[in-house]
C-alpha cells in the first residue's frame, strides 16, 4: 500500500512555512527578548518540519528524495501548508515592505495555529505510524510553549492601550476567516484518518473554538466572523504571497544545489 | 494624582538552576513588564541552550547592594587573616581525613 506521504508533507510545509515567516523577525524583532522568542519558535517549527521531511524520504526509498530536495525543491503548486501559513505579517492588502510587518499579525497567527497544533499533535501521539507518532510527542512540548507564548501577548496587547487593542483586533479580524480551512477536511486528511495515520482535524473544531473563545474574551476581543471564501492552500492552490517565501528560502540552495557549510 | 503609566519596562535579574540539587546562579538581567513576563523571557534568553531545569527571577529594585565606594572598608580588613582559611592549619595525622 502506498504510504500517505501527503498528509506528512501538510505537517511538515505547514511548519516549514511558518517557521520561515517568523523568521523574518529575526533581528527586527519589537524587542531584543521577543526578536529570541520568535527565533526559537522558528527553529522548533523548522527542526519539526525536518524531522517530517526526512521521514517522508524514507518512506520513499527512492534514493533521490531528501529533506532539502523537498524543502528546496518543490514549487508552490506542491506545497501543502495552510495558507494562514504563508500570509505576510501584515493587515494591509498590499503589504510592499519589511516596513509594514506588524507583530499584531505575528502574534494572532501563532496563537490560532498553536491552538489548533496542541490538539493535533496530541492526537498524533496515537498515530499508526510510530514514526509520526514520535515527532507528535516531541512537537506537542514545543508546541505548548508556543500557545503559551502567543496567549500571554495575545491577552496583553489586545487587554493593553486603546492602540494595542484596535491593532489587535484588527489582526483577529483579517486572519480568522483564513482558520475555515482547517475545517474542511480534504481527500489526504481522510485516507490518513482511515488508516490511523492521522486525523480527521474537523473533529478538534469545538476543542480549538474552546481555547480560541477564552483566550479573546480574557483579551476583551471580539470573536469575529470566519466566514466568507475558504481557502485551499493544503491542496496545493495557494495565495500569491507563497512565491515570494519560497523565493526567498530557495533562492540559495537552487542557485548553489551542491554546496555544504 | 494618578500613576503616569511606566514608559519602561523594570529590570529583572535571572537566576537559572543548571540541575537539580545545585543551587540557582545569577546569569544576567532584562526588561519585562512583570514577574510572568520575565519568566516567559528568561526562558527564551537564557535557557536557549538546556542551561536550566528551574528559573528565578528577582525585581532588580528589591535587592540592596553594597556600595563600590565602601569596598575597601568592608573587604580589606580579611585580606590578612589568613587564620580564617581551614588550610592554616595542620591537622595531627592520627585525626585522619575531617
Redesign the interface.
Given at each position: 500500500m502506498a504510504v500517505n506521504t501527503d498528509y506528512l508533507l501538510h505537517l511538515a510545509d505547514n511548519a516549514l512555512i511558518l517557521g520561515q515567516r517568523n523568521a523574518e523577525w529575526c533581528g527586527h524583532g519589537p524587542i531584543l527578548e521577543e526578536d529570541m522568542a520568535m527565533a526559537n519558535n522558528s527553529l522548533d517549527l523548522i527542526g519539526q518540519a525536518r524531522l517530517l521531511y526526512q521521514h517522508v524520504a524514507n518512506l520513499r526509498k527512492d534514493g533521490r528524495t531528501s529533506e532539502d530536495l523537498l524543502a528546496y525543491f518543490r514549487d508552490a503548486y506542491e506545497f501543502r501548508n495552510y495558507t494562514l501559513l504563508e500570509l505576510p505579517h501584515s493587515t494591509a492588502l498590499l503589504p510592499t515592505a519589511s516596513g509594514d510587518r506588524d507583530y499584531s499579525v505575528t502574534i494572532v497567527r501563532n496563537f490560532l495555529y498553536s491552538a489548533l497544533m496542541v490538539l493535533v499533535w496530541d492526537a498524533l501521539k496515537q498515530s499508526s505510524d510510530s514514526h509520526l507518532a514520535a515527532i507528535a510527542a516531541k512537537s506537542f512540548k514545543e508546541v505548548q510553549y508556543h500557545l503559551a507564548h502567543s496567549r500571554s501577548w495575545l491577552i496583553r496587547l489586545g487587554d493593553g492601550t486603546g492602540l494595542s487593542h484596535q491593532k489587535m483586533q484588527a489582526a483577529v479580524d483579517y486572519l480568522m476567516p483564513f482558520t475555515q480551512e482547517f475545517w474542511v477536511d480534504s481527500p489526504m486528511e481522510i485516507v490518513a484518518a482511515e488508516t490511523g495515520l492521522g486525523l480527521q482535524v474537523s473533529s478538534l473544531k469545538a476543542a480549538w473554538e474552546e481555547i480560541v473563545d477564552d483566550a479573546l474574551t480574557e483579551a476583551t476581543l471580539k470573536y469575529s466572523s470566519s466566514q466568507g471564501f475558504v481557502t485551499t492552500g493544503k491542496l496545493g492552490v495557494h495565495s500569491e504571497h507563497l512565491g515570494f517565501v519560497l523565493a526567498e528560502m530557495q533562492s540559495l540552495a537552487r542557485a548553489h544545489p551542491t554546496a555544504v557549510w | 494624582m494618578t500613576t503616569p503609566a511606566l514608559k519602561e519596562w523594570p529590570l529583572w535579574e535571572v537566576f537559572v538552576r543548571s540541575k537539580q540539587g545545585l543551587e540557582h546562579k545569577h546569569c544576567g538581567s532584562?526588561?519585562?513588564?512583570d514577574a510572568?513576563?520575565a519568566l516567559?523571557?528568561a526562558?527564551?534568553?537564557y535557557t536557549?541552550r538546556q542551561e536550566g531545569v528551574s528559573i528565578w527571577v528577582v525585581p532588580s529594585a528589591n535587592i540592596t547592594a553594597s556600595l563600590p565606594e565602601d569596598k575597601d572598608a568592608l573587604f580589606e580588613p580579611s585580606a590578612d587573616k589568613i587564620y580564617r582559611h581551614p588550610t592554616f592549619y595542620e591537622i595531627p595525622d592520627e585525626v585522619g581525613h575531617m
Open positions: - | 532584562l526588561h519585562a513588564a510572568q513576563q516567559q523571557m526562558r527564551d534568553v536557549r
